[in-house]
């Protein structure tokens, strides 16, 4: 059974901080993503990655940077926070074997930019 | 610009009755299409598949139908239970996935 986790349901920051999201996924796929979802505009896609230290933008890249040192592991950074990133954030992992690419998603984060 | 639109955002039906869900496109480029479902609290899962050289695939209650020519794709449920109110995401696939807004479907008992 496929699981991908991340490191929090909720979470609360203030503007300027610096935000680290974490996800992780068992299946040893290869391909991970980052997804924002808000209200009317569905899940955008902010950065993925296709290798370990690998990294390309997606459609909504500004403000946020990622890091994949490990395989299983995909973090999404925010520099520094401001309240129009407040949104609920989806990790997803998938393989290139095979078409179709279905992913597989995280329960989401929540943050709220105060 | 959304290369994927789902204009409805959302859909009440009763149950036993048949859903549809519909999708549009932009691009013709893309290979797959994938419907997805998602219930509060938790991420998207993946319901029902299909390729581009297709159109149509079936798979127990859901049916998805593929008009290449319109791109446009339907997501049909027969029956509706309620078990099926959610939230359903339409994706297209070509290197990466883009998803629509969504549309919640109400399935009332």
């Known amino acids: 059974d496929v699981k991908v986790t991340q490191s929090s349901r909720y979470l609360v920051k203030r503007t300027g901080e610096k935000v680290f999201l974490e996800c992780v996924q068992d299946?040893?796929?290869?391909?991970m993503f980052w997804y924002r979802q808000d209200p009317g505009l569905g899940l955008r896609l902010i950065y993925f990655?296709?290798?370990?230290?690998?990294?390309e933008k997606g459609d909504i890249p500004e403000g946020y940077s990622v890091s994949r040192e490990k395989k299983e592991r995909f973090s999404l950074i925010l520099e520094s926070a401001s309240t129009n990133q407040t949104s609920m954030y989806l990790c997803?992992?998938?393989?290139?074997?095979?078409?179709?690419?279905?992913?597989?998603f995280g329960p989401g984060t929540r943050l709220t930019v105060l | 610009d959304q290369q994927v639109k789902q204009n409805s955002p959302s859909l009440s039906v009763q149950e036993g009755r048949i859903s549809i869900l519909n999708c549009d496109y932009t691009?013709?480029?893309?290979?797959?299409f994938l419907w997805y479902k998602k219930y509060p609290a938790e991420g998207p899962t993946f319901l029902i598949s299909?390729?581009?050289?297709?159109d149509k695939n079936e798979d127990g209650r859901f049916t998805v139908f593929l008009n290449k020519s319109a791109k446009h794709l339907s997501l049909h449920i027969v029956p509706s239970q309620p078990g099926d109110s959610a939230v359903y995401f339409c994706?297209?696939?070509?290197?990466?996935?883009?998803f629509g807004a969504g549309t919640r479907l109400t399935v009332k008992p």
């Open positions: 691009n013709s480029m893309f290979d797959y």
């Open positions: 994706a297209a696939s070509l290197r990466d996935m883009r």
């Open positions: 299909i390729s581009s050289i297709k």
């Open positions: 990655s296709y290798d370990v230290k690998m990294k």
């Open positions: 299946m040893d796929h290869e391909n």
């Open positions: 997803a992992s998938g393989t290139t074997s095979g078409r179709p690419d279905t992913q597989y």
